[in-house]
């Protein structure tokens, strides 16, 4: 019997043999999916007879967001951890200080390496039960258990969560949209139907990927149901309007996809919507610890409590924080547009030293890891729509103002260091400027692959293939000094845009059993 888990602390847990990505169909087993000793079981058949195990079952897709499996054990893919992992270490801000991300860090990787294998895997085992949820949910409407009314938010959470994983994995296995005209390559299976039967596994294993554009497409089309069919922020009221999707966090996610597109006019035209609704905090250090739950700027965050988070190998706060495995990067921290005096450089506070070597504050939860994992918030709108203002001539002042209004907070006085249009003369001065203030706000969090990526070929702010990296291991104190750029040693070699390297393998256990994937694995793996 195909068996839904959950227990008093993370609701619901699906356990089907479709849970995980294409490969694990013909393996996994109830008893080698998830090993949770949960309190009680449901069966799928149940789990859409009454509206609390409906919830139940919603619920169950923020758990497949947040904790992720690796081994039989949670790892946080893709968004209660690794997300800000990995798109931390493909990049060239953070360094990994032990092997833990070395694989990643240094670009490494096989077809067989784990981390690579189980984000793609989680990924769409995450994608899988949001199809599920929504194949549940409607006929949970036909059978007269719940509302359409009360059915159409719980469908747009689905395809919030549809959405936003797809366009995960098209960062890591697919090249930028811009890489041919019209998107015509491979993306990623935008996979859009349960699996639970014999039926639709054998019909996934002979599925292959869609392009890119399609990808975009499909993504956009979820993302404007759920913007449609959604709560809103105030409607969920306090943390759950942070910690649960919402019809705004679907418009933020729009500006994010849009952005990746070029579509520079529909970044500002979703962004615009969020206009009063949401403020950056007064302060850079207002959006995490506890403050993380409950603020103006964010606006979609995994929730982790004591007992329900990533756990010690892979939470923010422990891998960051009590373990140290990942320090800040001398290359952004003696970067000159980070002031001295910028209060995101401030010790205890947002950053916090060991021996010389520079680390994030921004998880302080070692011992319990209640951080909130940053998924969304309102300064990447800002900025998303400052570069896309920077890129339409006549733009210019737009674009300075939503710069201004992110990176004012943390000057220590506005009045004199803020950007006047004469800091940058050209359209191109502006865009990396803007794309330099990405580093520095959200270093730590996982946003620079996604900027390295869609900036490939890039006709004003062009970043060529993977950048050098400072080496693998804990750097010396003296490279953190102030006062010139960082100009090396770099441990890490650079690899080119052509290189294999810049995208992941798909997974060979993939491979192994769709023979249309066989065919479309990235090339030169």
């Not at 890129?391 to 950007?419: F, H, K, M």
Request: hydrophobic share 40%.
């Amino acid at each position: 019997m195909k068996t839904i888990y959950n227990n008093k602390f993370s609701a619901l847990k699906f356990v089907l043999i479709a849970a995980l990505g294409f490969g694990s169909f013909t393996s996994c087993t109830d008893d080698n999916v998830i090993a949770l000793e949960p309190f009680n079981q449901v069966s799928e058949a149940a789990a859409f007879t009454t509206p609390a195990l409906i919830e139940l079952s919603v619920t169950g897709m923020y758990n497949a967001a947040q904790i992720g499996i690796y081994n039989g054990a949670g790892r946080g893919y893709p968004f209660g951890a690794a997300f800000v992992q990995q798109g931390d270490n493909r990049g060239e801000d953070a360094v990994n200080i032990a092997g833990f991300y070395q694989l990643t860090y240094t670009a490494t990787y096989d077809p067989t390496t784990a981390n690579n294998v189980f984000y793609w895997s989680d990924t769409y085992r995450l994608i899988n039960r949001a199809n599920l949820v929504l194949e549940g949910v409607e006929g949970a409407v036909s059978n007269g258990v719940i509302t359409q009314e009360v059915a159409n938010d719980y469908i747009g959470q689905a395809k919030f969560f549809r959405a936003i994983a797809h366009q995960e994995l098209l960062w890591h296995f697919a090249k930028p949209y811009n890489d041919t005209p019209g998107a015509t390559h491979l993306g990623v299976p935008y996979r859009d139907f349960a699996i639970n039967t014999t039926e639709s596994i054998d019909l996934a294993l002979t599925l292959g990927r869609n392009t890119v554009a399609e990808c975009y497409t499909r993504i956009l089309e979820d993302l404007n149901d759920a913007e449609d069919l959604m709560d809103t922020k105030a409607e969920r009221g306090g943390t759950l309007g942070i910690v649960r999707a919402t019809k705004e966090a679907a418009i933020a996610f729009k500006t994010r996809a849009y952005l990746h597109m070029r579509n520079w006019p529909m970044v500002i035209a979703e962004g615009v919507k969020l206009n009063g609704i949401y403020s950056v905090t007064a302060t850079p250090d207002g959006v995490f610890g506890d403050a993380g739950y409950n603020n103006s700027e964010s606006i979609f965050s995994m929730e982790n409590t004591a007992l329900n988070n990533p756990g010690v190998n892979a939470a923010l706060a422990s891998q960051y924080n009590r373990r140290g495995l990942v320090a800040i990067s001398p290359i952004i921290w003696r970067n000159p547009a980070w002031l001295v005096d910028d209060l995101r450089r401030e010790e205890g506070v947002l950053v916090r030293t060991v021996g010389g070597v520079k680390y994030t504050n921004k998880y302080k939860d070692g011992v319990n890891y209640t951080d909130p994992s940053p998924v969304m918030r309102y300064s990447e709108v800002l900025l998303n729509m400052a570069e896309a203002y920077a890129r339409i001539p006549g733009s210019e002042g737009l674009a300075l103002t939503a710069l201004n209004t992110v990176r004012n907070r943390s000057l220590a006085s506005p009045a004199t260091q803020q950007y006047l249009a004469a800091n940058f003369p050209t359209p191109a001065s502006l865009v990396e400027g803007i794309i330099t203030e990405r580093r520095i706000e959200f270093a730590m969090e996982g946003r620079r692959w996604p900027d390295i990526h869609r900036l490939q070929n890039d006709n004003l702010a062009p970043i060529v293939g993977i950048p050098a990296k400072v080496g693998n291991g804990t750097p010396p104190a003296s490279a953190y000094t102030l006062g010139t750029p960082y100009a090396g040693p770099f441990g890490v070699q650079a690899f080119p845009y052509s290189a294999k390297e810049f995208l992941w393998p798909i997974p060979q256990q993939e491979v192994n059993n769709n023979p249309i994937l066989a065919t479309q694995q990235n090339p030169g793996w």
